[in-house]
């Protein structure tokens, strides 16, 4: 069954995190990625953990072998002259090009938009870097943390009596990759349409401010109301309706909820119809902003919620229609019944850690399917993209070899 | 070079998004040229993303969600919600009644002129509508719809209801986030869910457009944004997956990159991000705080004692930290290579000179809710810049353009529908409450 990305050529010059999340998008949908990693060692994601028992290797990263599914892996040495032209000869044939080098690196390598333009003009190619090609913080360099920090949210996450904190893990650089993946498409159709491609600049920073992670939310409400999103462990007293995370039996669950309407759904989930039409707790100066009240409707509460386990509370309150979440942790997440009845985690085999659970479709297409090929060995295609594709003979690889080409 | 038109020019997107994650996916594709039409409702005011069509003065509590400019609802509140306005860029605002077969009619003829359908309403919503893609796509075969709702259209979980951060709770992110020395408790509410899942539907639908060129088919993509996002936490997943370890918060630290943290400056509640992700970083920093032995000590020889014994090296550098400007440690830092920067205030990043140096930031006018200064685009593309070319709309701002110009009523037809209730711009419950109003002044 044909995919939906079929016939799409990618060059991936991406490494670490961003980039390849945005490859493995366009990969896992159907395109052929050819991933171009450095004779040394390869993409530095294959010395990232978690490795599979614990054991450092360059072929059991977790990490490396979620983001580089269903791609092809060349070695390649870009400092040298037959390097940079094998690039050039993978452009000439290609649609898209994806990169993450800081802005000095691809102009030094003469590998700039405008040379690969002459090479093939329908080229989307899309950089991502922290702060873009241009501006003042261009050659800075950034982490996860600084991404968050600088995006604007991290100022509004945590407490307000403790330091801001950071979300988990490496979370906006793989936001970052999902944007990324949104707009290579869109440039790629546009040159599939008008016949030209074209150079994206995609800031890390930029994405972190614009993007719908609180960010706009929150640049926007200060500016209609004149007050900032604060750090806080609960969601400000807005109204009586329980917001934010309440324990439980057995660990805790994420409410939300904002409309005068929803009263009634937590009545019925504490099974306590009586207090639906109380007058006390219904009238507006009661029912909004009302610290005092509010604390009284919490310990109610409370003596409910010490009664039922994470997931109970969850299923009675969203069978009343209340937004809530139980707080799982990654053991919860492989045993959650939705998630298991979905059959959404996804064996794949691979030859060196054998048959692992990975993270399912992003999303599921009627008619073009999802794949699940593993990631590939460090030059697993060398042999497959120089010789059939290129022309390269097997006496050539071996010289390639020998002088660090490859 | 000049003179190409935007990417995606020419593409008409029915926009039936709620909330922040359906929006954020036509914002991307509207920055990137696609027509967006809103599907607005007199009959059913979209509370979720408009606001309610009737504010009451004591809902209007500060901070977070959504707010009116001043605090201020004004007659036509949905016309003035940041919630709406902060993703209402390019979009088209028409008003329609789904539930009488006259507007099924009317929004099966917008159906046969669109290319993408996208929404993210809860699951039964599209059912109870009677607008599934087994029926939009007898009307338009061409058509591409996708769903993103919190949880998916199958499984247990399918008519559950949820915000970003209740589906974060529930695929794990909020439990890898705590401080490390409390629980959930200590976390604030995040939204990665929506920006995740908007910026996924917006690759879905082009990846699902880019097929149609060859086989000149529509299809439909089911997405369930709590599935989406859990690739987000890869290293976490693949722990479990691969070693049954159950990961924890390692809270504002790192293990690759030692010390990491957030530092205290100089301000009320101002601080700074320092992450060093070398022995070199490690040794510029010990340099630059004028601690140069530091950098003979076994404790922090290398980046695995570093991060050992990062609790003694913390209050070495907040001491160092305090005093100073988190914008000039910023620069001094990262000019002696150490990664650097500073947590901004909402207040702060406006005028950050970077941003501004790239012409980030754009203002749009906005006749209900005055000027204010916007994100530009997060897609930078150099051939085709993209800007904000329209502000949000009002409600039913475009309906003649979308009646007359796209589904060819005439001007009486027009009319009649304007009787009928199907065209307008005010939501019927407001004007009820309006006349309701102004008879109660009259009588008293």
Known sequence: MPTALEGITVVDLSHHIAGPYCT?????????????????????????GPFFRDDPHPEKSGLFLHLNTNKKSITLNLKTELGKKIVKDLVREADILVENFSPRVIPALGLDYPVLEQINPRLVMTSISNFGHTGPYRDYKMSEIVAYAMGGVMHATGMPEREPIKLALTVEQFLVGNVAAAATMGAFMGALIHGEGQQLDLSIMEI????????????????????????RNREVVRSILPGGVYPTADGYVQFAGFQISWWERICRMIDRPDLIESEYFTKPE??????????????????????????????KAQAEGYLTGAINNMEDVFNDP???????????????????????????????????????????????????????TPEDLVRMREQGVI | MAGIPLPLQGVRIIDMTIVWAGPFATV??????????????????????????????????GGGGGSYPNKDPGPRPWNRSSQFNQTGRHKKSFTVDLLRPKGREIFFRLVQQSDILIENNASDVIENLNITYDVLSKVNPQLIMISLPA?????????????????????????????????????????????????????????????????????????????NVTHCL???????????????????????????????????????????????????????????????????????????????????????TADKDHYQLFHRLQQAGVTAGPVLKVSEVFDDPHLVSRSFWEVVEHPEAGAHVNPGPIIEMTKTPLHIRARPPLLGEHNEYVYKEVLGYSETEYQQLVEEDFIGDTYIVARQHQAATERARGSS
């Open chain 2, 151 to 227: 949880f998916g259209r199958t499984g247990p979980y399918k008519h559950f209801k949820a915000y970003g951060a209740n589906m974060e709770a529930v695929i794990g992110h909020t439990f890898l986030r705590t401080y490390p020395d409390s629980d959930p408790t200590s976390t604030t509410g995040v939204y990665l869910a929506d920006a995740a899942g908007g910026a996924s539907a917006a690759f879905a639908v082009l990846a699902a457009l880019y097929r149609r060129t060859k086989t000149g088919k529509g299809q439909y993509i089911e997405m369930s944004q709590s599935e």
């Open chain 1, 286 to 315: 009661n029912f909004y902003g009302n610290q005092a009240v509010k604390e009284e409707v919490d310990a109610i509460l409370y003596e409910w919620l010490f009664q039922h386990t994470k997931q109970e509370v969850m299923e």
């Open chain 1, 208 to 231: 972190q401010v614009g993007n719908q992670d609180r960010a706009i939310s929150n640049l926007f409400t200060y500016q209609y109301s004149g007050e900032p999103i604060f750090r």
């Open chain 1, 24 to 48: 493995k998008l366009l990969a896992d949908y159907g395109a052929e990625v050819i991933k171009i990693e450095r004779p040394e060692g390869g993409d530095p994601a294959r010395r990232m």
């Open chain 2, 234 to 320: 890869s290293q976490a997943f693949m722990d479990y997956s691969m070693n049954g370890r159950v990961q924890g918060s390692l809270g504002n630290r790192d293990p690759a990159r030692a010390p990491q943290g957030v530092y205290p400056s100089a301000g009320d509640d101002m601080w700074i991000t320092i992450s060093c992700g070398s022995d070199e970083e490690f040794e510029a920093l010990c340099r630059l705080m004028d601690k140069p032995a530091l950098i003979g000590d076994s404790r922090f020889a290398d980046s695995l004692s570093r991060y050992q014994h990062q609790d003694e090296l913390d209050p070495i550098i907040a001491t160092w």
């Open chain 2, 28 to 61: 991307l594709l509207g920055d990137m040229g696609a027509e967006l039409i809103r599907v607005d409702s007199l009959q059913y005011p979209d509370v979720n993303t408009r606001g309610q069509p009737i504010v009451l003065a004591a809902s209007l509590v």
């Open chain 1, 338 to 392: 939705h998630l298991a009845a979905r059959g959404w985690f996804t064996e794949i085999d691979h030859p060196v850690t054998g048959a692992l659970k990975y993270p399912g479709p992003n999303f599921t297409m009627s008619e073009t399917p999802w794949r699940a090929g593993r990631a590939p060995l460090l030059g697993e295609h060398n042999r497959e993209v120089y010789c059939d594709r290129l022309g390269y």
